[in-house]
Every structure is written in structure tokens, then in C-alpha cells.
């Protein structure tokens, strides 16, 4: 009788556990999930004119003109921050409703300590209303930051279920597929948003009479989708493929995506391909590795599937880079091969009575006196000896009789009322004056500014600041600030001002002559500046715990649940974003895809656990 009360129990049990898994399986609503896949399947198409005011031409180095238009960020950023306040709602909602069924994690501890300094940066920064609101070229306050952490955490809240996921990630997967067919079109000159729909959906209706005069600085066939950068495509690519193509090789029910998600997965990584982005191709090759390694048990089991989708893959890509002149062969040597420079111009010194010039180690000083309503020049070297001058009738200059300073000459200019000179050094003029009122020397820069230059302090990269296009310069006189912003940073989105933006002659000699440097081109550089030092290893731990406890979880070859599919994808995906971090920044074109990636990523790999262990006690 005990036995059968017994039986009778066990059904009964089993019964209701079912009841209840049926119950939580339709438990989640999709208004719920509605941000999570606004974020990662509408966000990155958002593309629209602003007319904004930087509010930069206080600066020296920056224009005299506030007034500058955007169509790929300052949207972004507006739509992004309405699905933040909607998801902080929620989850506030939630916690007061049911304080029991919040989902806590310690993955959440480094995630906190980083969006705290984060915050604090900000509010204590010298330019707090910057990081507050976003600035020129990038848009990314710290309201984004937090948003970032907030997208994790309400990941973690939300997603409970197989069909949670499954809408989440078919939805992500649909919009891949047609930001390739987007990128097919610029990749075969027919850029869509050259067309007549296309502008008349990203202009406002004010300027559909001017459109045929609107035109984005690519050039023809290169692929930028909807990302202001070529560069962003290399990211979103790398990601994007090599998340469809891990969970397409997974994938064992529901096989009628597996078209979907290839189909969406070649058209991508061609539009890397039209990008030209070297960072690119690297992060895919470095995510294709993991994910071998990852899924060697897997391969393995299933040689007769994988060795010949890895000899299509070898031989596409052989073919690709042969009929491409060895494009993927020149992009990996340019990453490691190291070309030593030393420009001649070392130095220039707007001093109080004099500027000196350091041309190969050897020093120019010039003197400029007005006398009269005339100009005259003294000039000599560093031991005091004057230096002999020519003049020029047919060029109305000053030539420099010394093979020191070889093609050098001084002339005379006005710029509105002040007088100026200049001395041409390897055919660039470069002007100062010292009629500003202090009698001291400023240099005037393409802006038409007055300012003093300085020579940026440096680390690593001497003599191969031209590294990977210029950003070996970028980064070698970025991570001395580092030591400045240990505890708090600049604030969020003041890069460009924490950078040594006077630092002309190097700007000059390597490349950068009249741009502004807003971007370090490299994430953990602008996580320490901007947000400090320590918020950058709350990050790097952030991450490592996720990676780790991910590579335990799926190092063991154990894929049969959808959750660990799609756990290992995004695992593979992020790795990919981790490592062209080192040569690409965030920006609100990609990086809101990778945070809800790896919200998504730490929910699956919660789910994903029990099974995994099911798997492994029943073997």
C-alpha cells in the first residue's frame, strides 16, 4: 500500500513539475523582451540627420563653427536611453513586486564597481556636462554606460526560458541578414542610402528638396552599413559570423534556421570583406580559433560534418585571398610587422621670446621683430651663432644658407589684424606670432587658433608611432594619462579632451595634420581615461569571469540543450569583440550588441548548467 501511495506520489509530483515548467516556459511576456531585441535587432539600423551644437569651439583646438550635423550616433543614442528608462522601470517593478525572484549572480559585483566609477568619473570630471549629455563624433555619456550594465542585469531578470531565447536570437539573426543585404548593396556600388527611398527615410522632410546633394565621405564599393566607420563593420562582423556560424554547426533541432543563420552569416562576412578592416578579419580568425578549441569534442564526434565544413571554409577563404591579391595574407603581416620611423622634424618650441625648431638635433632659434611696420628676423642656432639668410625677390622669403636646415625659409602673413610669420619646413608653412599681447610666441593652428605647442609625453611605440595607421602614435601618448586617472577618469566621452591635443608636430608627423583625435582606438585605453584605471579592471575581471566560466561550461563538448548552443556562440562572438578591442574603441554602433550579448550570454550559461550536468551524470 506504501508503495503503491508511494507510485501514486511520484506521479502526482511529476505531474505538477510539469505543470510548473509548462507554466514558466509561458511565463515571460515578449513585452518584456522587446528592448533586449530592440538593442541588438533595430538599434544598429537607426540612421538620421541631426543638426546639433558641440559646444567645443571654446576650445584651441577645435573649429570656430559649433554648428556640425551627425546621421549615425546622436540617434542611436536617444533611442538606445528610452530603452534603458524602460528596462529600469522593469526591473525596479520587479523588485518591489517579487524580491524572491530576482536572479543574483557575483559576475554582477565587477559589473557594479565598473558602472559606479563609471558615474562618479563623470560627476567629478571638468567636464561633467559632456559626459553627461554625449559628445561630437561619439555620444556616449555616461547615461550609455550605465545602460550597458543596466542591458546585462535586466538580461539576467528577464530571459527564463527556451523560447525567450529562441525569439531573441531568430530576431537577431533576421536583422543580420538584412544589415547584409545592406552591405551588399554598398559593396556593389549601389549603396541604398544613395538612392531616392533611402535618403528621404534618413533625411527629415525639410531637406528631401536638397538630397541629391547629400553624400558620406567612402569611398565607392566600401562597406560601412550604418556605422560611421568601416572599422565598426570589423567588429559587428566578426561578431555577428562568427556567432551564426558556431550555432549553425550546434544546431540539432529546429535545422530550418540553419539556412537562415549560414545564409546571414556569408552575407556578412562579405561585407567585412568591403569594409577593408584589417582589425576585423583578425577578430573572426581569433574567434574561429576559440571556437575550435571550444568545440574539439564536438568535431571530433561528428568528423564526417566538420572536416568538410572546415576544408570549405580553408579553401572559400584561400580562394578569396588569392583572387584578392593575398588581401588576408598583406592584412596579417601590416598587424605584425614593425616599421621603424624617425621624422626629421623632432620638435617645435613656442617659447617666451623665441621659437626653436629641433630639426635632426639640431636647433633653430627665431626671433621676430616689427619695426617700423617691417618685419625683421634674427635667427641662430643652439650655440648662439647666426644663422645666414637670403632673400628672395621671386619668392618674397627669407632662405636658410645651412645644410642643417636644408629647403628651410621665413616669410611674412597677416591673419585678420595680427601680424604673422612663418617658417617652411619640408614644404608645410607653419605660422606663429607673438603680437597676441603677452609678446610671448603661439603657433597658429588650421583653425586659424593661436596656441602654444607642446610635446606630449610617450611610452612604447618610439619610432614606430605609425604602427597599425597611426595608432601606434594614438596609443603611446595615451597611456600616460593613464597614470592621472587612476581612481576616477576624465568623465564619459571626454577622450578628446584628456588627449594632448596641441601636441602638433607630431599630429603632423604621423599623419594626423589637421584631424582631431576624439577616439583612442583602443577600448581599454578609453575605458581608463575616461572612467579611470580601476573601473578598467572591474571591466577586464567583468569579462574574465564571464570567459571562464564559459569555457569551463562548454569545454566539456556537452551541446544537446539550445541554451549551451547558444551560450557557446555568444562566447565565441564576444572573444571576437575582446580582441579588436585592442584596436577599435566603443561606440553606440556596436558595442550595445555586444553588452546584450553578454547579458544574454550569462542567463544561457545559467540555464544552460543543469543540463550540461544531466549530460555528463548520465554518460
Same mark, same amino acid.
Given at each position: 500500500?506504501?508503495?503503491k501511495?508511494k507510485?501514486?506520489?511520484?506521479?502526482?509530483?511529476?505531474?505538477?513539475?510539469?505543470?510548473k515548467?509548462?507554466?514558466?516556459?509561458?511565463?515571460?511576456?515578449?513585452?518584456?523582451?522587446?528592448?533586449?531585441?530592440?538593442?541588438?535587432?533595430v538599434?544598429?539600423?537607426?540612421?538620421?540627420?541631426?543638426?546639433?551644437?558641440?559646444?567645443?569651439?571654446?576650445?584651441?583646438?577645435f573649429?570656430?563653427?559649433?554648428?556640425?550635423?551627425?546621421?549615425?550616433?546622436?540617434?542611436?543614442?536617444?533611442f538606445f536611453?528610452?530603452?534603458?528608462?524602460?528596462?529600469?522601470?522593469?526591473a525596479?517593478?520587479?523588485?518591489?513586486?517579487?524580491k524572491?525572484?530576482?536572479?543574483y549572480?557575483?559576475?554582477?559585483?565587477?559589473?557594479?564597481?565598473?558602472?559606479?566609477?563609471?558615474l562618479l568619473?563623470?560627476?567629478?570630471?571638468?567636464?561633467?556636462?559632456?559626459?553627461?549629455?554625449?559628445i561630437?563624433?561619439?555620444?556616449?555619456?555616461?547615461?550609455?554606460?550605465?545602460?550597458?550594465?543596466?542591458?546585462?542585469y535586466?538580461?539576467?531578470?528577464?530571459?527564463r526560458?527556451?523560447r525567450?531565447?529562441?525569439?531573441?536570437?531568430?530576431?537577431?539573426?533576421?536583422?543580420i541578414?538584412?544589415?547584409?543585404?545592406?552591405?551588399?548593396?554598398?559593396?556593389?556600388?549601389k549603396?541604398?542610402?544613395?538612392?531616392?527611398?533611402?535618403?528621404?527615410?534618413?533625411l527629415?522632410?525639410? $531637406?528631401?528638396?536638397?538630397? #541629391?546633394? %547629400?553624400?558620406? !565621405?567612402?569611398? &565607392?564599393?566600401? @562597406?560601412?552599413? =550604418?556605422?560611421?566607420? +568601416?572599422?565598426?563593420v570589423?567588429?559587428?562582423?566578426?561578431?555577428?559570423?562568427s556567432?551564426?556560424?558556431?550555432?549553425s554547426?550546434?544546431?540539432?533541432?529546429?535545422?530550418?534556421?540553419?539556412?537562415?543563420?549560414?545564409?546571414?552569416?556569408?552575407?556578412?562576412?562579405?561585407?567585412?570583406?568591403?569594409?577593408?578592416?584589417?582589425?576585423g578579419?583578425?577578430?573572426?580568425?581569433?574567434?574561429?580559433?576559440?571556437?575550435?578549441?571550444?568545440?574539439?569534442?564536438?568535431?571530433?564526434?561528428?568528423?564526417?560534418?566538420?572536416?568538410?565544413?572546415?576544408?570549405?571554409?580553408?579553401?572559400?577563404?584561400?580562394l $578569396?585571398?588569392?583572387?584578392? #591579391?593575398? %588581401?588576408?595574407? !598583406?592584412?596579417? &603581416?601590416?598587424? @605584425?610587422?614593425? =616599421?621603424?620611423?624617425? +621624422?626629421?622634424?623632432?620638435?617645435?618650441?613656442?617659447?617666451?621670446?623665441?621659437?626653436?625648431?629641433?630639426?635632426?638635433?639640431?636647433?633653430?632659434?627665431v626671433?621676430?621683430?616689427?619695426?617700423?611696420?617691417?618685419?625683421?628676423?634674427?635667427?641662430?642656432?643652439d650655440?648662439?651663432?647666426t644663422?645666414?639668410?637670403?632673400?628672395?625677390?621671386?619668392?618674397?622669403?627669407?632662405?636658410?644658407?645651412?645644410?642643417r636646415?636644408?629647403?628651410?625659409?621665413?616669410?611674412?602673413?597677416?591673419?585678420?589684424d595680427?601680424?604673422?610669420?612663418?617658417?617652411?619646413?619640408?614644404?608645410?608653412?607653419?605660422?606663429?606670432t607673438?603680437?597676441?599681447? #603677452?609678446?610671448?610666441?603661439?603657433?597658429?593652428?588650421?583653425?586659424?587658433?593661436?596656441?602654444?605647442i607642446?610635446?606630449?609625453p610617450h611610452?612604447?611605440?618610439s619610432?614606430?608611432?605609425?604602427?597599425?595607421?597611426?595608432?601606434?602614435?594614438?596609443?603611446?601618448?595615451?597611456?600616460p594619462?593613464l597614470?592621472?586617472?587612476?581612481?576616477?577618469g576624465?568623465?564619459?566621452?571626454?577622450?578628446?579632451?584628456?588627449?594632448?591635443?596641441?601636441?602638433?608636430v607630431?599630429?603632423?608627423?604621423?599623419?594626423?595634420?589637421?584631424e582631431?583625435?576624439?577616439?583612442?582606438?583602443?577600448?581599454?585605453?578609453?575605458?581608463?581615461?575616461?572612467?579611470?584605471?580601476?573601473?578598467?579592471?572591474?571591466?577586464i575581471?567583468?569579462?574574465?569571469?564571464?570567459?571562464?566560466?564559459?569555457?569551463?561550461?562548454?569545454?566539456?563538448?556537452?551541446?544537446?540543450?539550445y541554451?549551451a548552443?547558444v551560450?557557446?556562440?555568444?562566447?565565441?562572438?564576444?572573444?571576437?569583440y575582446?580582441?579588436?578591442?585592442?584596436?577599435n574603441?566603443?561606440?553606440?554602433?556596436?558595442?550595445?550588441?555586444?553588452?546584450?550579448?553578454?547579458?544574454?550570454?550569462?542567463t544561457?550559461?545559467?540555464?544552460?548548467?543543469p543540463?550540461?550536468?544531466?549530460?555528463?551524470?548520465?554518460?
Amino acid at each position: 500500500m506504501a508503495n503503491k501511495n508511494k507510485g501514486q506520489n511520484k506521479g502526482t509530483s511529476d505531474k505538477n513539475n510539469k505543470s510548473k515548467h509548462q507554466q514558466i516556459e509561458t511565463g515571460t511576456s515578449i513585452w518584456l523582451l522587446l528592448p533586449i531585441i530592440f538593442v541588438l535587432s533595430v538599434l544598429p539600423f537607426i540612421v538620421r540627420l541631426k543638426e546639433y551644437n558641440t559646444n567645443l569651439s571654446k576650445f584651441s583646438w577645435f573649429t570656430y563653427n559649433d554648428l556640425y550635423t551627425d546621421f549615425f550616433l546622436y540617434y542611436k543614442q536617444q533611442f538606445f536611453l528610452v530603452a534603458v528608462v524602460f528596462m529600469a522601470i522593469i526591473a525596479l517593478i520587479k523588485a518591489y513586486i517579487d524580491k524572491r525572484d530576482i536572479q543574483y549572480t557575483h559576475i554582477l559585483i565587477p559589473l557594479g564597481i565598473y558602472a559606479a566609477l563609471a558615474l562618479l568619473s563623470s560627476i567629478f570630471s571638468d567636464y561633467r556636462a559632456y559626459s553627461f549629455r554625449g559628445i561630437y563624433e561619439h555620444f556616449e555619456s555616461v547615461f550609455v554606460l550605465l545602460g550597458y550594465c543596466l542591458l546585462v542585469y535586466y538580461c539576467l531578470q528577464v530571459v527564463r526560458t527556451e523560447r525567450d531565447v529562441r525569439l531573441i536570437v531568430n530576431c537577431f539573426a533576421i536583422s543580420i541578414l538584412v544589415m547584409s543585404i545592406l552591405g551588399l548593396t554598398q559593396y556593389f556600388g549601389k549603396d541604398f542610402f544613395t538612392t531616392d527611398l533611402g535618403l528621404k527615410l534618413i533625411l527629415p522632410s525639410d $531637406y528631401w528638396s536638397s538630397r #541629391d546633394t %547629400v553624400q558620406f !565621405n567612402f569611398e &565607392k564599393n566600401r @562597406v560601412y552599413l =550604418t556605422f560611421y566607420n +568601416p572599422n565598426y563593420v570589423g567588429s559587428y562582423a566578426a561578431m555577428t559570423a562568427s556567432f551564426l556560424l558556431v550555432l549553425s554547426a550546434l544546431t540539432n533541432k529546429n535545422k530550418r534556421m540553419i539556412p537562415l543563420y549560414i545564409l546571414s552569416a556569408v552575407g556578412i562576412v562579405l561585407s567585412l570583406f568591403g569594409s577593408k578592416s584589417k582589425t576585423g578579419l583578425i577578430g573572426l580568425a581569433v574567434a574561429f580559433a576559440i571556437a575550435l578549441v571550444m568545440l574539439s569534442r564536438y568535431l571530433i564526434k561528428y568528423f564526417y560534418l566538420s572536416i568538410p565544413m572546415l576544408l570549405l571554409i580553408i579553401s572559400s577563404v584561400y580562394l $578569396y585571398n588569392k583572387a584578392n #591579391d593575398n %588581401v588576408l595574407i !598583406n592584412s596579417v &603581416k601590416q598587424a @605584425v610587422v614593425f =616599421t621603424k620611423t624617425e +621624422p626629421p622634424l623632432k620638435e617645435i618650441v613656442t617659447g617666451d621670446d623665441e621659437v626653436i625648431i629641433n630639426y635632426n638635433n639640431e636647433k633653430l632659434h627665431v626671433r621676430f621683430d616689427i619695426v617700423n611696420n617691417y618685419g625683421y628676423f634674427t635667427v641662430s642656432d643652439d650655440n648662439g651663432q647666426t644663422v645666414n639668410l637670403t632673400y628672395s625677390e621671386d619668392k618674397k622669403e627669407y632662405l636658410i644658407n645651412d645644410e642643417r636646415f636644408p629647403g628651410f625659409s621665413l616669410g611674412t602673413a597677416k591673419y585678420e589684424d595680427k601680424d604673422l610669420f612663418y617658417v617652411l619646413i619640408n614644404n608645410n608653412a607653419w605660422f606663429f606670432t607673438n603680437q597676441t599681447g #603677452d609678446n610671448t610666441y603661439y603657433y597658429m593652428n588650421q583653425y586659424g587658433k593661436f596656441d602654444k605647442i607642446i610635446t606630449a609625453p610617450h611610452v612604447l611605440f618610439s619610432g614606430y608611432e605609425r604602427y597599425a595607421s597611426g595608432r601606434g602614435y594614438i596609443w603611446s601618448r595615451t597611456i600616460p594619462l593613464l597614470k592621472k586617472y587612476i581612481v576616477f577618469g576624465s568623465g564619459a566621452d571626454t577622450f578628446v579632451m584628456a588627449f594632448p591635443q596641441q601636441d602638433y608636430v607630431n599630429l603632423y608627423n604621423y599623419g594626423f595634420k589637421g584631424e582631431l583625435l576624439t577616439k583612442p582606438h583602443n577600448l581599454y585605453l578609453q575605458i581608463g581615461v575616461q572612467t579611470g584605471v580601476l573601473s578598467l579592471i572591474a571591466f577586464i575581471v567583468f569579462y574574465a569571469m564571464y570567459f571562464i566560466s564559459s569555457l569551463r561550461l562548454y569545454i566539456k563538448g556537452r551541446f544537446k540543450s539550445y541554451y549551451a548552443q547558444v551560450g557557446a556562440a555568444i562566447l565565441a562572438a564576444s572573444v571576437s569583440y575582446i580582441v579588436l578591442g585592442l584596436a577599435n574603441d566603443s561606440s553606440l554602433t556596436v558595442a550595445p550588441v555586444f553588452w546584450a550579448l553578454i547579458g544574454l550570454g550569462i542567463t544561457v550559461n545559467r540555464l544552460a548548467k543543469p543540463y550540461i550536468e544531466q549530460e555528463l551524470k548520465s554518460k
